[in-house]
């Protein structure tokens, strides 16, 4: 499997499951705003409900120009995470 993350000048950090560290659920995490698991944070409302039935949670978090800015972008399934990250950074070299 060949994976291609957006480009970033700073770091890039890409995480799963993070709640479990904490013995959370995704709808824990979700209820409580965590970082990777707010409203604005999905991809879709798709992902972010098949994440809660799941309870899996990949996030995306890079920096595409220097360290004081980020993206950031959370979904049940790695491949949709990644092709998202992928779209906005075209829309946003577009714009």
């Known amino acids: 499997m060949t994976l291609i993350f957006p480009k970033h000048a700073a770091s890039l950090h890409l995480e799963h499951n993070t709640h479990k560290a904490y013995y959370l659920t995704v709808k824990q995490s979700i209820e409580q705003h965590d970082h990777g698991f707010r409203d604005d944070d999905w991809v879709s409302e798709e992902q972010k409900q098949k994440a809660i039935s799941t309870n899996e949670c990949w996030t995306l978090q890079w920096y595409p120009d220097t ?29």
Request: glycine share 10%; with cysteine; aromatic share 4%.
């Open 67 to 95: 360290p004081g800015g980020f993206c950031l972008l959370s979904a049940a399934d790695l491949d949709v995470l990644l092709e998202s990250a992928l779209r906005g950074e075209t829309e946003s070299e577009a714009a």
